[in-house]
T-cell receptor, first 112, second 122 residues
Framework: DIVMTQSPDSLAVSLGERATINCKSS????????????LAWYQQKPGQPPKLLFY???TRESGVPDRFSGSGSGTDFTLTISSLQAEDVAIYYC?????????FGGGTKVEI | EVQLVQSPTEVKKPGQFLRISCKGS????????IAWVRQMPGKGLEWVGI????????RYSPSFEGQVTISADNSITTAYLQWNSLKASDSAIYYC???????????????WGQGTLISVSS
C-alpha cells in the first residue's frame, strides 16, 4: 500500500498569512505514460463532507479560490493557502489514486 | 446538478444486518465510479472500497475486504454498502463519493454524499 504522510498535524496561522501543508507518498505517484501525478487535495469543514480542491496535484477544481494552490511531483506535494481567510479553517487531506487501495493522508488541521 | 443522496442515520445492535445507500442523480450513473469512505469519530478518512456500476468492477481496501459488500443497482442509480454482521467498531460516518474514470481506474473524488452516521451498540 502507498502510505501518505502529511505534515504538520496542525498549524495556526494569522488571518492574511500563508499556510503551507506538506504531503509525502511512500512511492512515486507519477504515471510515466501521461506524466500526471495521481494526487488530490480535499478540504473538510466541521460537520460537512470533504470537498475536492485539487486533482492531478495542481489542477484547481472549479470554484476553488485562487489563494489556494497545489504543487509538487513524484513523492512530495504541497498545498498552500497564500492569504488565510476565516472560512479556510478546516482539516485538509491529501489522497493518492495511483493504485489500489486508494489512501489518504492523516489530515492537517488549520486554525486561526 | 450532480447529487449523491445517502440514506439516513442508523442505530443498530451488534450482529445485525445493515445496508446503506447512495443515490446518484444529475449525471450518467454508469460513467463514474462510486467509492465508500469511512470516518470514525474525530478521525481521518479511510477508503473502504469502490464500484464501477457499468461493469460492476469492485475493489476493496484490504482493511475492509470480507467485512463489507459493495454493490449497485443501475436501474435506480443507487450504490450500496452492506454489513452482514455489524460490530461496535463499525460505528462511524460513511460517505459515498463519485470518481471519474480513466484508463479503467478511478481518479479523484469530485462529488461527495452528505454522509450516513452508523451507531452500533448493545
Amino acid at each position: 500500500d502507498i502510505v501518505m504522510t502529511q505534515s504538520p498535524d496542525s498549524l495556526a496561522v494569522s488571518l492574511g498569512e500563508r499556510a503551507t501543508i506538506n504531503c509525502k507518498s511512500s512511492q512515486s505517484i507519477i504515471y510515466t505514460l501521461n506524466k500526471k501525478n495521481y494526487l488530490a487535495w480535499y478540504q473538510q469543514k466541521p460537520g460537512q463532507p470533504p470537498k475536492l480542491l485539487f486533482y492531478w496535484a495542481s489542477t484547481r477544481e472549479s470554484g476553488v479560490p485562487d489563494r489556494f494552490s497545489g504543487s509538487g511531483s513524484g513523492t512530495d506535494f504541497t498545498l498552500t493557502i497564500s492569504s488565510l481567510q476565516a472560512e479556510d479553517v478546516a482539516i485538509y487531506y491529501c489522497q493518492q489514486y495511483y493504485n489500489s487501495p486508494l489512501t489518504f493522508g492523516g489530515g492537517t488541521k488549520v486554525e486561526i | 446538478e450532480v447529487q449523491l443522496v445517502q440514506s439516513p442515520t442508523e442505530v443498530k445492535k451488534p450482529g445485525q444486518f445493515l445496508r446503506i445507500s447512495c443515490k446518484g442523480s444529475g449525471y450518467t450513473f454508469t460513467d463514474y465510479w462510486i467509492a465508500w469512505v469511512r470516518q470514525m469519530p474525530g478521525k481521518g478518512l479511510e477508503w473502504v472500497g469502490i464500484i464501477y456500476p457499468d461493469d460492476s468492477d469492485t475493489r476493496y481496501s484490504p482493511s475492509f475486504e470480507g467485512q463489507v459488500t459493495i454493490s449497485a443497482d443501475n436501474s435506480i442509480t443507487t450504490a450500496y454498502l452492506q454489513w452482514n454482521s455489524l460490530k461496535a467498531s463499525d460505528s462511524a460516518i460513511y460517505y459515498c463519493a463519485r470518481a471519474p474514470t480513466a484508463l479503467l481506474n478511478p481518479n479523484h473524488f469530485d462529488f461527495w454524499g452528505q454522509g450516513t452516521l452508523i451507531s452500533v451498540s448493545s
